[in-house]
């Protein structure tokens, strides 16, 4: 049978969809546990924490410290169900989520849906234009100096190792000091502008484009000596033409492993940088949330990056057969 012919036998095609939905399956499930344990965690803190959660929702109402009375305190175990068993808490807890109901804010008094709902655009461009520029700094970084012993080589691993290993909050207020506040070429508060997201991208851009650089690097390196390359130099490809159609395609697979675990990571930081540069989003409200001790809207937040952390991982996992067909689902 033709090759033709077998691209065309459909009984090749439905295995092939098999196996996706098998691995698609199995991945949903496995991010089903992740959410599961998530909830899980952010219930018995809510549960667990010292202090009567009846007292500090009357507290918040009221903005200060008040002596509530038996009756009040009453009314609101009732009316948020802390008079109930624990596991009956945890079964209408569960129950809600399926649901899609976060509960409600002890704070702000609406649902914590609404509230996230409300601010999560502004953070989700701030994570993902910092996931497009860390990729764009490592690839052209390593492009150009992996594989060479010149001064330019050794300078860009050390400026790697070092940003790695920068809190991107540190690099963020060093850089709304000196490029805000001194030399005032960007706002100093966080405006939802383009010019308002340079900083704040690259305050988190920076840290990842080390990390990831490192991981392109000693795998580029690796690549370069591998035979295929020798013989594309042979044929007369130019030394750029060779590593960005041959060697970069080998060697972004690691980086693309970790933009799963970084994709989580930068929508977590990208909360803290809000607050660092007062920009809308959740950073915010997380800050007041926490400050106090609204748990059903940090635990909200905690749940979304969970939930944020398995859809990238399952569309990184997919990529990879898209870069290198030779990798199946497994």
Known sequence: MSAVSEDRDPSRRDGGLSVSLVWLGRRLLAGMVVLWAAATFTFLVQSLLPGDRAQLIINLAAGNIVNATPAELDAVNAKYGFDQPLIAQYARYLAGLVQGDLGVSYQQHKPVTAIIAAQIGPTIVLAFAALATAWIIAISVTVFAAGRDNIWSRLSTGAQVVLATTPPYWIGTIMLVVFAVQLRLFPVEGQNTLIGLVLPTLSLALPLAG????????????????????????????????????????????????????????????????????????????????AARDVPLVSGIVLLSAAIYVAASIVVDRTYSIIDPRIKPA
């Open 211 to 290: 990390f990831l650089g490192q991981s392109l690097q000693d795998e580029f390196t690796r690549v370069l000596e591998q035979p295929f390359v020798t013989s594309a130099r042979m044929r007369g490809m130019s030394d750029l033409g060779v590593r960005l159609r041959h060697v970069l395609r080998h060697a972004v697979l690691p980086g693309i492993s970790l933009s799963g675990w970084a994709v989580g990571k930068l929508f977590s930081g990208a909360v803290l940088i809000e607050a660092v540069f007062a920009r809308q989003g959740l950073g915010g409200i997380l800050v007041s949330a926490t």
